[in-house]
């Protein structure tokens, strides 16, 4: 009988696992097509003013959110205020591109391009965001 009771156990257990696999299976699945929607603008610079512009972008797994700091149309620093991520930290060098280029239009970072894609939209939104103003 204790038999039994292990083995019914274990299946519930081995039930309960795979369901929430599928589960984050879905949830990946999801965020994935997420990424691959971002579409990145640049931004003409001369039309954004002197300061600190603030943008965040988030997904259903990773966020982020930055500070740009503009003066006399160019980009001096771009700050990640926070960045919500799994193993995609090395993306944070996207901005040091950003800052070189002057412009969005830049390689993502190897093995950290979800990171880096929303990295860049939220570098994207604080731009627009301040142009807006």
Same mark, same amino acid.
């Given at each position: 009988?204790? $038999?039994?009771?292990?083995?019914g156990?274990?299946?519930?257990?081995?039930?309960?696992? !795979?369901?929430a %696999?599928?589960?984050?299976?879905? !949830?990946?699945?999801?965020y *994935?097509?997420?990424?691959?929607a971002?579409?990145?603008?640049?931004?003409?610079? *001369? *039309?954004?003013?002197d =300061?600190?512009?603030? =943008?965040?972008?988030? +997904? $259903?797994?990773?966020?982020a959110?930055?500070?740009?700091?503009v003066l $006399? $149309?160019r #980009?001096?620093?771009i700050?990640?205020?926070?960045?919500?991520? =799994?193993r !995609?930290? %090395?993306g944070? !060098?996207?901005?040091?591109r950003? #800052?070189? @280029? *002057?412009?969005?239009?830049?390689d993502? #970072?190897?093995?950290? +391009? @979800?990171?880096? &894609?929303i #990295?860049l939209?939220?570098?994207?939104?604080?731009?627009?965001?301040? &142009?807006?103003?």
């Amino acid at each position: 009988m204790r $038999n039994k009771t292990l083995w019914g156990v274990a299946l519930v257990a081995l039930l309960f696992v !795979g369901g929430a %696999s599928s589960v984050q299976a879905l !949830g990946l699945s999801e965020y *994935q097509e997420q990424v691959d929607a971002i579409v990145i603008e640049d931004v003409d610079l *001369q *039309q954004v003013p002197d =300061g600190r512009h603030f =943008g965040t972008y988030d +997904t $259903n797994l990773v966020s982020a959110e930055v500070a740009v700091t503009v003066l $006399n $149309n160019r #980009i001096h620093n771009i700050e990640i205020l926070r960045h919500a991520t =799994g193993r !995609g930290s %090395s993306g944070e !060098g996207v901005k040091d591109r950003v #800052i070189e @280029a *002057q412009s969005l239009d830049v390689d993502t #970072i190897a093995r950290a +391009t @979800a990171s880096s &894609k929303i #990295i860049l939209k939220a570098i994207e939104v604080a731009l627009t965001d301040a &142009k807006a103003q």
